[in-house]
T-cell receptor, first 110, second 112 residues
Framework: QQPVQSPQAVILREGEDAVINCSSS?????VHWYRQKHGEAPVFLMI?????EQKGHDKISASFNEKKQQSSLYLTASQLSYSGTYFC???????????FGKGTSLLVTP | NAGVTQTPKFQVLKTGQSMTLQCAQD?????MSWYRQDPGMGLRLIHY???????DQGEVPNGYNVSRSTTEDFPLRLLSAAPSQTSVYFC???????????FGSGTRLTVV
């Protein structure tokens, strides 16, 4: 099943902060975050593993609450280049399939 | 290092025709997956593989077949194209569950 993302869309001014949330009804092994620019393929940002280890991007941070099966992506001091659609993907404990949420559209304006 | 290569980039099919979308990676990744992307629906998993000879169905497998005879290649076959299969298709690969996926550039398919 697809994880659930919120909000669906965010508009920010350059320099503002944003939080994107991702939750699942199933127990999670790991959570991935990707960004997709219009007309391009998704690009991997970050992975959060069960047990707290985080790998990936150094300018955007994320958290993973295993007990609540939730993850949040934190974009601080947003830049114009942050604009795009952000997807969370989740591996459940019981499978090898990476399922994605419907995405959060982020627009950063000057 | 080419990464994940998808062909063709664009394709128009008539209803009922069959075709194969090609996907190849040169990174020795074990995990490979096919997704379709439709407006407002995100990325939906069609089929995936965790190694040569091993495949399984994702969320939306109907109308599609896959096989994985080599580590490098993971083709997606449309058996009898329908307008509902009009979409952008992405192939992606990864070393495994502890690593991120690398996506191909996508195939835009239109079924008329």
């Amino acid at each position: 099943q697809q994880p659930v993302q919120s909000p669906q869309a965010v508009i920010l001014r350059e320099g503002e902060d944003a939080v994107i949330n991702c939750s699942s009804s199933k127990a999670l092994y790991s959570v991935h975050w990707y960004r997709q620019k219009h007309g391009e393929a998704p690009v991997f940002l970050m992975i959060l593993l069960k047990g707290g280890e985080q790998k990936g991007h150094d300018k955007i941070s994320a958290s993973f609450n295993e007990k609540k099966q939730q993850s949040s992506l934190y974009l601080t001091a947003s830049q114009l280049s942050y604009s795009g659609t952000y997807f969370c993907g989740a591996y459940s404990n019981s499978g090898y399939a990476l399922n994605f949420g419907k995405g959060t559209s982020l627009l950063v304006t000057p | 290092n080419a990464g994940v290569t998808q062909t063709p980039k664009f394709q128009v099919l008539k209803t009922g025709q069959s075709m194969t979308l090609q996907c190849a990676q040169d990174m020795n990744h074990e995990y490979m997956s096919w997704y379709r992307q439709d407006p407002g629906m995100g990325l939906r998993l069609i089929h995936y593989s965790v190694g040569a000879g091993i495949t399984d169905q994702g969320e939306v497998p109907n109308g599609y077949n896959v096989s994985r005879s080599t580590t490098e290649d993971f083709p997606l076959r449309l058996l009898s194209a329908a307008p509902s299969q009009t979409s952008v298709y992405f192939c992606a690969s990864s070393y495994g569950a502890d690593y991120g996926y690398t996506f191909g550039s996508g195939t835009r398919l239109t079924v008329v």
